[in-house]
């Protein structure tokens, strides 16, 4: 168990709908990191928060969105979903900043696992 | 922009056999290059990470290496066991706006046959 907590872990909804994935960090860790992973893909870089505010942000579509709350868990939302984002979403937190020559392991999530029909 | 590649893409080998697993990277500017694990239907895991200061780290079977000039880091399995079989990703750190953000490999599975 890494500590951090993702619900809902299936979801099945339709294309147009809008969705809200929820991670709840490891106790006492600031960053939080979303991931997307694709069937037999990579995790492809979504979003970086620390204490509340966006710090780093890779290719997420306008169509996503996230934030984190003063509690530190974080949401990502999803609207307008088509098929194609289908995928397992992950969460990641870390005890670091993540400021150059301070970033360090990330803990994982069990993931959100969403389908599109 | 920022990108990870990673060879092989799957890798068969013997039990015992070493496993050696490639990934380049294009930011000049990175300096966290970590490993990690992801088993069937699992969340991905750290094995090992090794930051630009160093060249090589050990940790019993498994090694990383780093060639900074070549912008390259490999894995190296040795006396590999069934249980080493998963997805192994790489991923490098990439700055902006101060924070380094991970940018993976497409990932490696790896199958070990007893």
């Known amino acids: 168990d890494s500590g951090v907590t993702q619900t809902p872990k299936h979801l099945i909804t339709a294309t147009g709908q809008r969705v809200t994935l929820r991670c709840s960090p490891r106790?006492?860790?600031?960053?939080v990191y979303w991931y997307q992973q694709s069937l037999d893909q990579g995790l492809q870089f979504l979003i970086q928060?620390?204490?509340?505010?966006?710090?780093a942000k890779g290719n997420i579509l306008e169509r996503f969105s996230a934030q984190q709350f003063p509690d530190l868990h974080s949401e990502l939302n999803l609207s307008s979903l088509e098929l194609g984002d289908s995928a397992l979403y992950f969460c990641?937190?870390?005890?670091?900043?993540?400021?150059?020559?301070?970033?360090?392991?990330?803990?994982f999530g069990e993931g959100s696992r969403l389908t599109v029909l | 922009g920022e990108n990870v590649e990673q060879h092989p893409s799957t890798l068969s080998v013997q039990e015992g056999d070493s496993a050696v697993i490639k990934c380049t990277y294009s930011?000049?500017?990175?300096?966290?290059f970590p490993w990690y694990k992801q088993e069937l239907g699992k969340r991905p895991q750290l094995i090992i990470d090794?930051?630009?200061?160093?060249g090589e780290k050990k940790d019993q079977r498994i090694a990383v290496t780093l060639n900074k000039t070549a912008k390259h880091f490999s894995l190296h399995i040795t006396e590999t066991q069934p249980e080493d079989s998963a997805v192994y990703f790489c991923?490098?750190?990439?700055?902006?706006?101060?924070?380094?953000?991970?940018?993976f490999g497409a990932g490696t599975r790896l199958a070990v046959h007893p």
């Open positions: 990641a937190s870390s005890a670091r900043d993540g400021k150059t020559l301070n970033t360090g392991e990330l803990f």
């Open positions: 106790s006492g860790d600031l960053s």
């Open positions: 928060y620390y204490n509340g505010e966006e710090r």
């Open positions: 930011d000049s500017a990175s300096n966290y």
């Open positions: 090794i930051r630009s200061n160093v």
């Open positions: 991923a490098a750190s990439s700055e902006s706006g101060g924070y380094n953000k991970l940018i």
